[in-house]
């Protein structure tokens, strides 16, 4: 599975969905997900680790945008200067992407998130 | 913003553009972890193939079931066209009428003659009227077309009659041994319901 869900706190104690994600989303992921996000705790704040190499498929791309009400904010850690690409141009295709950051290391990523008037 | 790039990098995204123009949309930029904005470039162009090869695809999707319903439509009107080439009707039980009108070659003959066949079994018909009067043209395998459906249909121990014939008609009949056929041969399609009926003895004063 390209992603791994885990339920974790912020440091200041914020309920966080922490995902992985590695290798190639496909849809049937991105749906994954998205059914993650519609749990009882809708408004997550997510922080996503993105590994070198994780690919999108075509479909995944386009299911993404669907996911945007349902999260309150969603900080991805990238280092790949080519997954960056690709999430930038996801959140291109988007139009917009609201609370939607992208760092290169986690405690910039969860200090954002914990900074979130959520 | 200035950006300094290799030169080998926009040679390989002019040859995947030149590719793609050509309709080869398989081609692929070949990504490098380069951190600049060229990079935002070189994922947009392996995007936007991505979704021509989709697109492609779901136009080829398209297309097919356009032309299966193209050959459905097709079918469906050689069936009506079939089905009104042959209108067998029941003019009283057991006996069936078969206008025939138009051009009869030897396929449509052969289509006529199947259908009538199994009406003529089915119905378990003793009299079959063969209405020659809206015949045209006749191809040179119509009339033996004609005289094979006469035949059969004496196979299957009901009696056959011709009406409508006309003159030139009948001379082909003639020469095509018609006359050794047993089948009788009336002017219109009344007489010969007329006459079937009084051989049934339903025709009173006759």
Redesign the interface.
Known sequence: MPFFFEEAVTPQGKPLLRIHAREEVTLADAEALGARLDGPNKGWLVLSIVD?GTEYA?AA?KYFPNLQHKYGALAAVVT???V???I??MT??TGQAPNLRLFTTEDEALAWLDAMKI | MSLTVDAARIHELLDVLVAAAAGDYDVRLK??????AL??V???VN?LL??LI?RRLHNEAQEEELLTRARRLARQRDELMQALSTPVITVWPGVLTLPLVGRVDDERAAAITAGLLARVGAERASHVILDLTGVGALTDGTMPAILRMVRAIGLLGATCLLTGIRPDVAQQLIALGGADVHVRALARLSDALASVLADKGLLQGT
Not at chain 2, 31 to 36: A, F, G, P, Q, V
């Open positions: 070198r075509p791309r790949s200067p080519i960056r690409a690709a930038n141009m291109r295709l | 990504l490098r972890e380069n951190d600049d990079l935002d070189e994922t947009g995007f991505d979704e989709e």
